[in-house]
């Protein structure tokens, strides 16, 4: 292997945030496991399957999205929305 | 059947995202596998919820298949399914080269990092600060010592500026090396930070603009296959 200078250690908490370092810092199952937790959350909270609208996407068809929504909303709604 | 997770969950694995609100994946397009396929989605009750219909052809020309599951458990879940990948060889050499994640509840295929970051580059917004975390989730796991694959892998795929001047810094050979590919490498060389965002940047742009010639045929497929719907 070539003869590398000595890499300098990375402060992923400066570079990325807390939030994503911790999650770098995970295995791949304990972030599987984290994940399942999010979507829980995000189901009870009333989160929508469906994908986010994306004109940028080659599948996207507004016609499609309209008609497959399964429960005839596209996710997570603002019902109540305070000042700035 | 023979699949590889690939997608946002993909990128959970790989440590570049928190959720995702579907699963993506790549399949083996030969008949008994698609049959296991159809099997599988059965067994899901999942239907097609959009063009194109569930087809060997179909995915054989690119096109990724939308199923929506309604068995007790997933209902809702959403599964995407392809067989071919802009810039990605077929599924066998894909498969050869996966990575396998033990869970609790079984091993989980999936594509090998490089590929997954190769199928990334879209002309999404959403899908660019992805690969730039599974870059840097892979450093993070790995540490700054690399073998000299790896280190030709960052040198060619890393997108944060800091971390490309850093890893060009302590692999200079390398770097000077893969700079013939990456010419950008340069930039990452010399320091120069603002250079280095600029020219990834213009580099995003080149494989977007990329994609979304690719896709132009087959989006133009896709219309067709919802007007011969409408009728």
Redesign the interface.
């Given at each position: 292997m070539e003869a590398r200078e000595e890499a300098r250690e990375i402060d992923w908490r400066l570079l990325v945030g807390d939030e994503w370092a911790e999650w770098y810092a995970m295995t791949p199952a304990e972030r599987l496991e984290a994940s399942s937790k999010l979507w829980q959350t995000y189901l009870q909270l009333g989160g929508s399957l469906d994908p986010e609208p994306d004109s940028q996407s080659p599948f996207y068809s507004e016609e499609e999205r309209r008609a497959f929504a399964p429960h005839g909303r596209s996710g997570l709604r603002v019902v109540r929305r305070g000042g700035v | 059947m023979r699949s590889l997770l690939m997608g946002d969950q993909g990128c959970?694995?790989?440590?570049a995202a928190?959720?995702?609100?579907?699963t993506d994946v790549v399949v083996l397009s030969d008949d008994d596998n698609l049959d296991r396929l159809g099997s599988a989605v059965g067994e899901l009750r999942a239907d097609v919820?959009?063009?194109p219909p569930f087809e060997k052809r179909h995915l054989e020309a690119g096109h990724?298949v939308?199923f929506?599951c309604h068995a007790a458990g997933v209902e809702?879940?959403?599964l995407d399914v392809m067989a071919r990948i802009r810039g990605l060889p077929g599924f066998d050499p894909l498969w050869e080269r996966r990575s396998t994640?033990?869970?609790?509840d079984g091993p989980?295929d999936v594509l090998a990092l490089p590929d997954l970051v190769t199928a990334k580059k879209t002309?999404?917004?959403?899908d660019w600060p992805m690969i730039a975390?599974l870059l840097?989730?892979d450093?993070?796991?790995c540490g700054?010592?690399a073998?000299?694959v790896r280190?030709a892998f960052w040198l060619q795929e890393l997108r944060?500026p800091?971390?490309l001047i850093?890893?060009a810094?302590?692999?200079?050979?390398?770097a000077q090396a893969e700079s013939a590919a990456r010419p950008l490498l340069t930039h990452a060389l010399a320091g120069d930070a603002n250079a280095l965002a600029t020219a990834l940047r213009v580099e995003e742009d080149r494989e977007r603009e990329a994609d979304r010639k690719y896709?132009d045929p087959?989006?133009a497929e896709?219309e067709e296959l919802?007007c011969a719907r409408r009728g």
């Open positions: - | 959970v694995l790989y440590g928190e959720f995702s609100r579907d919820i959009a063009v990724s939308h929506r809702g879940m959403r994640i033990e869970t609790d989980i002309q999404l917004d959403k975390r840097e989730a450093y993070a796991a700054p010592q073998d000299s280190l944060t800091s971390l850093e890893v810094r302590s692999g200079a050979h390398a896709w087959l989006r896709l919802r």
